[in-house]
Each structure stands twice: as structure tokens, then as C-alpha cells.
């Protein structure tokens, strides 16, 4: 994950992050169901998040470019007194029209997590978000922590019966970025499979990896219903 310095010192020289009381969601109802192009679908308020906030991939393997935008509220990195805002994000998926154009697929309001949500591994620009498209899968990587840090990544696929995006698995690893160490867990929610991974650290710096295979339920669960706070 990139901007991570930048990050820290951004959170480090603005002083303390301002919450909100209460999270704020992108309602769906305010993205365009078709457009001519991609950035027809950022409704009022908010914008798409750095230069690769567009993501470009054929999603439901018709061969034509679909879209992936990511979405932050349009309002200042900080307030007048220099402290952080605390912007929202939202996901939306778009299908490639077979005369051009898009139509919206799905509005992921509470996949990713805040610009203040994230602690000192967090980039209020969203640089420790990574979204990408690669055989039919979107792949959604969010990382956080400070010296206990988390990296997290959930893959979604377009379901056929039902044409929603699925998550079908997540790859998760927890360490330490001093003392090394973490575990480490890869979870495939359509087998019910669940590899984890211990690694420590011992003498020397030498480290030794365990790993074990369990069974988990196997969930039905959509990109709108998948929940960052509940991730992490």
C-alpha cells in the first residue's frame, strides 16, 4: 500500500481527526441508473477519489469494459482549524451497455472505511485503498493499524441468478510491524474453506509459519450488505 509516510505525518501535523456522531451513507437513489459515461454517475456532493478512483474491467464476462468508481464526499481534507473531516466513501459498480454507455449494477455505501477511519496507516486521500478487476473479479484491499496493522481484501463476483456481486472471499492478515509476527487467514466463502496462517518470530529473527484448515459457513452475502466497521 502506497502514501503510508505521507499519511502519518498528514494525521501527525493536523492534530486530532474529527468523528461524527453518526456515519453517512451515499443513497443510491441519487446515482443515475444509465449514462454515457462513467463520471455521469457522481452525484452531487461527492467526487471520484484520486486518479485511480476509475477502474476499468469486463465484470460479468461479456468482454465489454465495465466500471468501478470510488466515491468520497466532496468537502475539504481539513476544517478551518486544521483538523481532519471525516469524508465517507461509497463504491459503485457499473455494466457496460451493449450500445455504449454504463447502467448501475450496485451502490456499496458502507464497504469502505472513512478518511479518518483507518488510524495512523490510514490516508486521509485514500492511498491505503487498492481497487482492482482481474478474471471477472473486483478486488476491494483496505489497510489499517499503526504498529498492529491489518490488511484486508474482499473479492466480489457477479452472481448469475440473481446478477447482484457476491462476496465470494476474503484475504486477511494481522501483524506486528515491529516485532514481526501475525497471523494470516485466506477464506473462500463459496467452498466453506478457511487457511490460517501463524507466523513467530523467534531467536535470530528466525520465523516459523503454522497453518491449519478449517470449515466456515458458507454465507450469501452482497456488496451493498458487506459492512467496513464489521470487517475490521
Not at 492534530?15 to 452525484?43: I, K, M, Y
Amino acid at each position: 500500500m502506497k502514501a503510508l509516510i505521507l499519511s502519518a505525518t498528514l494525521l501527525l501535523s493536523a492534530g486530532a481527526a474529527r468523528q461524527d456522531e453518526a456515519r453517512r451513507f451515499l443513497d443510491p437513489q441519487l446515482v443515475p441508473a444509465e449514462g454515457r459515461s462513467a463520471r455521469d454517475f457522481v452525484p452531487k456532493g461527492w467526487k471520484v477519489e484520486t486518479d485511480e478512483g476509475v477502474v476499468t474491467g469486463d465484470l460479468n464476462g461479456d468482454g465489454a469494459a465495465d466500471a468501478v468508481l470510488r466515491l468520497v464526499e466532496d468537502m475539504p481534507t481539513e476544517g478551518a482549524d486544521g483538523t481532519l473531516n471525516t469524508r465517507y466513501r461509497a463504491l459503485v459498480i457499473l455494466l457496460a451497455r451493449p450500445g455504449g454507455g454504463f447502467t448501475r449494477a450496485a451502490v456499496a455505501a458502507k464497504l469502505l472505511g472513512c478518511s479518518t477511519c483507518y488510524g495512523v496507516l490510514g490516508d486521509p486521500e485514500g492511498g491505503n485503498i487498492q481497487v482492482g478487476i482481474k478474471n471477472g473479479v473486483l478486488d476491494v484491499g483496505q489497510l489499517s493499524g499503526s504498529r498492529e496493522a491489518t490488511d484486508l481484501t474482499l473479492r466480489f463476483r457477479q452472481d448469475p441468478a440473481s446478477g447482484r456481486f457476491q462476496l465470494i472471499g476474503a484475504e486477511r492478515s494481522d501483524y506486528d510491524r515491529a516485532a514481526g509476527g501475525g497471523t494470516g487467514t485466506s477464506t473462500n466463502y463459496l467452498t466453506g474453506v478457511r487457511v490460517a496462517k501463524t507466523t513467530t518470530v523467534g531467536r535470530g529473527g528466525r520465523e516459523t509459519t503454522t497453518s491449519k484448515t478449517t470449515r466456515v459457513p458458507r454465507t450469501r452475502q452482497f456488496i451493498e450488505e458487506v459492512d467496513y466497521e464489521k470487517q475490521f
